[in-house]
Structure formats: C-alpha cells, structure tokens
C-alpha cells in the first residue's frame, strides 16, 4: 500500500527556515501530484502547495506565496517543502500527500488520496 514519511519538523523562530522531506512508497511516484497541507488546532486541514508529477507546475495557497516553494525527486521519489520566513502562524501539523489519480493536479483535500502521519512544525515569536 501506499506509504508517505514526512521528516523535518521542529521548533524555529520567528524569520527562520526548515525544509520537510516525504518519503513515498508503494506508488509509481512520477505518475502524481503531490502536495502539502497544514492543520492548525482547531482548524481545518489547508492546502500549502502542490506540484505535478512532472514538477512542470504547482498550486500554492496565498498566505505562503514567496515564502514556501514544493519540489520533488522523482528518482528518490521524495517531495520537498521548503519554508523560509517563517511566522508563528505557519505553526501547524503538516502533511504530505499523493495524488487521488495518476496526472491530475489539484489544490483541495478530496484531490489527494493518501496521507502521511504529519510532522509537528512549530514557530515561536
């Protein structure tokens, strides 16, 4: 079956950077989306950004536009969420997550069918 390890949470400050890293398994990674979501205590899970299969294009949410970019390794078939200046309000459980259907690229939870478990990224003033 399809498994998503997300790595790379922690504790920064306010204006630091970290990058999480997803490990996926148990698909043809290269054939799907993948993207990122972030769920704050009670709040909604929310789209972060997305990137098709091939990397040629993305989706990403406003509140993170110049300060987070997706990439993807589609040899190590790992995706990569890069975050710099980042403020207590990106605080949140983020997750990775593969695409519902091989070379469909969308923005919304019901777009994406499987899930990783979420690593805890925390940022303090």
């Known amino acids: 079956q399809v498994q998503l390890v997300e790595s790379g949470g922690g504790l920064v400050q306010a204006g630091g950077s970290l990058r999480l890293s997803c490990a996926a398994s148990g698909l043809p990674f290269s054939s799907y989306s993948m993207g990122w979501f972030r769920q704050a205590p009670g709040k909604e899970r929310e789209f972060v950004l997305a990137i098709r299969w091939s990397s040629s294009s993305l989706y990403y949410a406003d509140s993170v536009k110049g300060r987070f970019t997706i990439s993807r390794d589609n040899v190590k078939n790992t995706v990569y969420l890069q975050m710099n200046s980042l403020k207590p309000e990106d605080t949140a459980v983020y997750y990775c997550?593969?695409?519902?259907?091989?070379?469909?690229?969308?923005?919304?939870?019901?777009?994406?069918?499987?899930w990783g478990q979420g690593t805890q990224v925390t940022v303090s003033a």
């Open positions: 997550a593969a695409g519902a259907h091989p070379y469909k690229l969308g923005s919304s939870v019901a777009d994406f069918g499987s």
